[in-house]
């Protein structure tokens, strides 16, 4: 699992994570954790990231997709973001 941006309560044993960002316990070297996520609005489904998530510039700086959810050119600041939005 890589670059992902979600809540987590568990990690499997044979799966390789690297530069996730989970609302609870990291389960790689690179994985970050975070109190909130950081979505503009999770109950309305804006998955958007909001100014200082902590999945700004999380992303894997290696191995991302060229555009974002919306079309956006990856990435937007130093490394990319975790998840599908890249806000830069």
Avoid: K
């Amino acid at each position: 699992m890589d670059s992902n941006l979600a809540p987590n309560d568990g990690c499997a044993s044979g799966v390789s994570y690297r530069y996730n960002v989970w609302s609870g316990r990291a389960c790689g070297a690179t994985d970050n954790t975070a109190v909130s996520l950081g979505f503009l609005d999770p109950a309305s489904l804006n998955l958007h990231l909001a100014a200082g998530a902590a999945a700004i510039n999380a992303g894997d700086p290696g191995s991302y997709p060229a555009q974002d959810m919306d079309g956006q050119a990856r990435p937007m600041g130093g490394t990319p973001d975790a998840g599908a939005d890249e806000e830069g």
